[in-house]
């Protein structure tokens, strides 16, 4: 009688759809941010060491998952100097806090390709939850035989709630740093 029931149990199991896991090519990708510099500027920065695991049900993305996590040390600004203040207690306090990091918590259609992937996002052991406008690219073959996916992520997020509040007021009114930052992620993704 149990042989019955197992039986259609395990063919059940073998057509659900399992997701698939897709590295994030760093070679052809870029996970950064701008910020609102003395009123004036966009000041783009990025980092260099992440690591992502995306994995991406192709029967329906909205079960999909994704993480990453980001040396928070590897950011850079194209300034030593203040990729040195970054750095610093007054913001990442790399020494204390070396990681930042999301996990997905949600994944919902936006329209075609597109998705609002909501997830925790930590900084400084701080987590809150952020949500991203995602667009994923059809999968193509690349003249190398790998099957590739593009990936484009956009967000924002108020600085402060994760304790990076350091800050100088403007003699004219205004500070030096905005309080809202822009997420940009650009990506590439191998299966």
Do not use: C, Y
Not at 72 to 95: C, E, G, M, Y
Not at 108 to 121: E, H, I, Q, R, S
Not at 143 to 164: C, I, M, Q, S, Y
């Amino acid at each position: 009688m149990r042989l019955k029931l197992l039986v259609p149990a395990l063919l059940l199991l073998g057509t659900v759809a399992r997701a698939e896991p897709w590295t994030f090519d760093l070679a052809h990708s870029r996970v950064g941010f701008s910020v609102r510099h003395m009123m004036v500027s966009n000041v783009a920065g990025s980092f260099h060491d992440v690591k992502a695991t995306v994995d991406l049900d192709e029967k329906n993305l909205t079960k999909s998952t994704v993480e990453f996590t980001i040396a928070a040390s590897s950011i850079d600004t194209q300034n030593a100097d203040r990729d040195k203040h970054l750095k610093s207690p007054d913001f990442f306090d790399v020494t204390k806090f070396p990681s930042l990091t999301f996990k997905s918590t949600k994944v919902a259609p936006a329209g075609k390709n597109k998705f609002k992937v909501t997830g925790d996002l930590t900084i400084r052991d701080v987590t809150k939850s952020v949500t991203l406008d995602v667009t994923l690219t059809d999968p193509m073959t690349t003249p190398w035989g790998k099957t590739v996916r593009g990936v484009e992520a956009t967000g924002k997020l108020n600085r402060h709630e994760f304790g990076l509040n350091w800050n100088k007021t403007l003699d004219k009114g205004g500070v030096v740093v905005s309080d809202e930052v822009k997420l940009e992620i650009s990506g590439e993704l191998d299966k």
